[in-house]
């Protein structure tokens, strides 16, 4: 599913007018004719593919992150992953007052970059990670992930977000991102490892085991790089399940 075989972010078009017009083959703007929907809707649509267009060819992510209802923005990801930053921090505890962000994990490009505290981990660090990233991806990054960082740095991250956690409940994924792993047969290096084990590493460091590190790192960065996996097997079943049977896009 990609942004361009996409009706619903126009106004008057909801998921039932969207399928009508893919079940009548209508499965991309370019073959967008008019016949399927009314002459205001038909006028609707014109206008904003038109726009939308151009936003598309400039790769203007925010655009469609504003304009696609919260439950479709899953569909921004077919067209951005490919430079979609991953992310994922480990933190002391669950209050950003008390506590501290320990590791931030970022993947983009098939590349990951561990920033650490105390030696890498800066506000200027991280803002050079998300500068330029046309899309974030996360999981529960909405609710914890940022906010956490914002609260601990002076930054503001605001680019287009996919927090997996959603699209994941709408597929009756739920739970944290290791159950759900397993659950879609994502496998780990170090299954045993939890958040919990990512507090007693940091402070086992803290008391000079640099080994401890080195495996708070290793579990951080894992947890980043299956959110490419989970993505693409989420929005791959979404894709499934919001498509009429035999229709091609």
């Given at each position: 599913?990609?942004?361009?075989?996409?009706?619903?972010p126009?106004?008057g078009?909801?998921e039932?007018?969207?399928?009508?017009?893919?079940?009548?083959?209508?499965?991309?703007?370019?073959?967008?004719d008019?016949?399927?929907?009314?002459?205001?809707?038909?006028?609707?649509?014109?206008?904003f593919?038109?726009?939308?267009t151009?936003?598309?060819?400039?790769?203007?992510a925010?655009f469609?992150?504003d304009?696609?209802?919260?439950?479709?923005?899953?569909?921004?990801?077919?067209?951005?992953?490919?430079?979609?930053?991953f992310?994922d921090?480990?933190?002391?505890?669950?209050d950003?007052a008390?506590?501290d962000?320990?590791?931030v994990?970022?993947?983009?490009?098939?590349?990951t970059?561990?920033?650490?505290?105390?030696?890498?981990?800066?506000?200027d660090a991280?803002?050079?990670r998300?500068?330029?990233?046309?899309l974030?991806?996360s999981?529960?990054g909405?609710?914890?992930?940022?906010?956490?960082l914002?609260?601990?740095f002076?930054?503001?991250i605001?680019?287009p977000?996919?927090?997996?956690?959603?699209?994941?409940?709408?597929?009756?994924?739920?739970?944290?991102?290791?159950?759900?792993?397993?659950?879609?047969?994502?496998?780990?290096?170090r299954?045993?490892?939890?958040?919990?084990?990512?507090?007693?590493?940091?402070?086992?460091?803290?008391?000079?085991d640099?080994?401890a590190?080195d495996t708070?790192?290793?579990?951080?960065?894992?947890?980043t790089?299956?959110?490419?996996?989970?993505?693409?097997?989420?929005?791959?079943?979404?894709?499934?399940?919001?498509?009429?049977?035999?229709?091609?896009?």
């Open positions: 599913m990609r942004i361009e075989n996409s009706f619903i126009i106004r078009v909801g039932a007018t969207e399928r009508r017009l893919w079940e009548a083959g209508i499965t991309h703007w370019d073959t967008f008019g016949s399927v929907v009314g002459p205001t809707t038909a006028d609707r649509i014109h206008e593919v038109d726009v939308a151009d936003h598309l060819s400039r790769g203007n925010r469609f992150d304009a696609f209802p919260s439950g479709a923005r899953w569909r921004l990801y077919e067209n951005f992953r490919d430079d979609a930053l992310f921090i480990e933190t002391t505890g669950l950003a008390r506590n962000v320990t590791t994990s970022v993947h983009r490009d098939g590349d970059d561990t920033l650490v505290r105390g030696d890498n981990l800066t506000a991280l803002r050079e998300f500068a330029d990233a046309p974030i991806v999981f529960n909405a609710r914890f992930d940022v906010p956490f914002e609260d601990s002076p930054l503001s605001d680019a977000h996919l927090d997996l956690m959603y699209p994941c409940r709408r597929l009756d994924l739920t739970g944290g991102l290791k159950r759900i792993e397993r659950d879609v047969g994502i496998d780990r290096d299954p045993d490892l939890s958040g919990k084990d990512a507090v007693r590493l940091w402070r086992e460091y803290e008391r000079g640099d080994a590190l708070l790192v290793s579990y951080n960065r894992e947890d790089r299956n959110l490419e996996r989970l993505a693409d097997l989420v929005t791959n079943r979404l894709h499934d399940t919001c498509c009429p049977e035999d229709t091609t896009f």
